[in-house]
């Protein structure tokens, strides 16, 4: 059974930083691919950014630049540090793990970002 839970959400200003973890069950390793989605109220899940295997990573364009995913393999933790963000970033954040076909999600945290 995987099970992810994510932190750090919170309230902050246009502009300020946040960085969020996620915190992974001891049956994800390497082999999962991880990746971060955020969605809106009455939005689709949007893909922000994922970590392979092999260690690439990838972005979307809304993020690109600002955003940085990592993964400590040590600790089993995935996180997501998200620079000068903006009010459009406001949204809950989930994390997600994949292997095979098989796939899991995280309970999400909100990320709010005032004007």
């Known amino acids: 059974q995987v099970r992810l839970v994510e932190s750090g959400g919170g309230l902050v200003q246009s502009g300020e930083s946040l960085r969020l973890s996620c915190a992974a069950s001891?049956?994800?390793?390497?082999?999962?691919?991880m990746a971060w989605y955020r969605q809106v109220p009455r939005g689709q899940r949007e893909f922000i950014a994922a970590?392979?295997?092999?260690?690439?990573?990838r972005y979307s364009d809304s993020v690109k630049g600002r955003f940085s995913i990592s993964r400590d393999s040590a600790k089993n933790c995935l996180y997501l540090q998200m620079n000068s963000l903006q009010p459009e970033d406001t949204a809950v954040y989930y994390c997600y793990a994949l292997v095979d076909q098989y796939q899991w999600w995280g309970q999400g945290t909100q990320v709010t970002v005032s004007p």
């Open positions: 970590i392979t295997t092999g260690g690439n990573v």
């Open positions: 001891d049956t994800v390793n390497d082999l999962y691919t």
